[in-house]
């Protein structure tokens, strides 16, 4: 199990968590708020079991987890599913990283990386000696061409700007495919204009486009926001990541 994988499971644990919290009642005897049992055991394995496959042994989050679910009163799957979100939260932006994905990562692991510290690249990049010219990231271009060079770190075949099949009476240019990974890399700079609505369904465009291209089996969607335009970037993320049948969809918009 590496990265995304890691961040799916979390989400499938969180949504079962918030089912199972709509079946708390009072118990009809000391007026405790419980959950339904045997539910509440596998939804509290399941999680236990997916932590101690991702996270090192003295993880604070598999200790706390351990800690404070550990019965079927409602006020612990609600614990469960707030510790639950925020491993996803912090792992969405790179500050946690599944231990068996940190050895061996997959291609998907390697972008999610580079995306999580593209914005400390862009930023190392003004701090040239003597002031040397340097790339200021003003547009989306700027983005394509930083971006291009770091990916080579990791991939040797990128193509750049292939059109994609038309959809909705319209073409478009992919930014970037990995022909060997199967995997097109949708690039995009926030602007002052865009809208968090604005912006996600350009994304849901964008997925259905790809879903037809031949050379895309996972579409990343990486939006460079350093304003911070974007109003609720991790409900965007959630909203749209693997929202498709059969082309798994990973949105990433940076920095935090």
């Given at each position: 199990?590496?990265?995304?994988?890691f961040i799916n499971r979390?989400?499938?644990l969180?949504?079962?968590?918030?089912?199972?919290?709509?079946?708390?009642?009072?118990?009809g005897?000391?007026?405790?708020?419980?959950?339904d049992?045997?539910w509440f055991?596998?939804w509290q394995a399941?999680?236990?079991?997916?932590?101690?496959?991702?996270?090192?042994?003295?993880?604070?989050?598999?200790?706390?987890?351990?800690d404070?679910?550990s019965?079927?009163?409602?006020?612990h799957?609600?614990?469960?599913?707030?510790?639950?979100?925020?491993?996803?939260?912090?792992?969405?932006?790179g500050r946690?990283?599944?231990?068996?994905?940190?050895?061996?990562?997959?291609?998907?692991?390697n972008?999610?990386?580079?995306f999580?510290?593209f914005?400390?690249?862009?930023?190392q990049?003004?701090s040239?000696?003597?002031e040397?010219?340097?790339?200021?990231i003003t547009?989306?271009?700027?983005?394509?061409?930083?971006?291009?060079?770091?990916?080579?770190?990791?991939?040797?075949?990128?193509?750049a700007?292939?059109?994609?099949?038309s959809?909705?009476g319209?073409?478009?240019?992919?930014?970037f495919?990995?022909k060997?990974?199967?995997?097109?890399v949708?690039?995009k700079?926030s602007?002052?204009s865009?809208?968090?609505?604005d912006?996600g369904?350009?994304?849901?465009i964008d997925?259905?486009?790809?879903?037809?291209?031949?050379?895309?089996?996972?579409?990343l969607?990486?939006?460079y926001d350093?304003?911070?335009?974007?109003?609720?970037?991790?409900?965007i993320?959630?909203?749209l990541?693997?929202?498709t049948?059969?082309?798994?969809?990973?949105?990433?918009?940076r920095p935090?």
């Amino acid at each position: 199990m590496v990265y995304m994988d890691f961040i799916n499971r979390l989400n499938e644990l969180i949504n079962e968590g918030n089912s199972l919290k709509a079946t708390a009642e009072d118990d009809g005897y000391m007026g405790f708020i419980v959950v339904d049992s045997s539910w509440f055991k596998a939804w509290q394995a399941k999680s236990q079991q997916c932590l101690k496959e991702l996270l090192e042994e003295d993880s604070y989050y598999l200790k706390s987890f351990n800690d404070h679910v550990s019965d079927v009163y409602e006020s612990h799957v609600v614990n469960g599913i707030k510790l639950l979100e925020s491993i996803r939260d912090e792992a969405q932006v790179g500050r946690i990283l599944a231990k068996k994905a940190s050895k061996v990562l997959e291609p998907i692991d390697n972008l999610g990386n580079i995306f999580n510290k593209f914005h400390r690249v862009a930023k190392q990049l003004r701090s040239r000696h003597s002031e040397r010219p340097t790339l200021d990231i003003t547009d989306e271009y700027d983005v394509q061409d930083l971006l291009h060079s770091i990916m080579h770190l990791h991939f040797d075949d990128i193509r750049a700007e292939e059109w994609t099949p038309s959809y909705a009476g319209g073409g478009s240019r992919v930014d970037f495919i990995l022909k060997n990974e199967k995997i097109v890399v949708e690039v995009k700079r926030s602007r002052k204009s865009m809208k968090a609505k604005d912006l996600g369904e350009q994304l849901i465009i964008d997925i259905q486009r790809y879903k037809v291209h031949p050379d895309c089996k996972t579409l990343l969607c990486f939006v460079y926001d350093p304003e911070g335009y974007i109003a609720n970037p991790r409900g965007i993320e959630n909203d749209l990541n693997n929202k498709t049948d059969n082309m798994p969809v990973h949105v990433f918009i940076r920095p935090e």
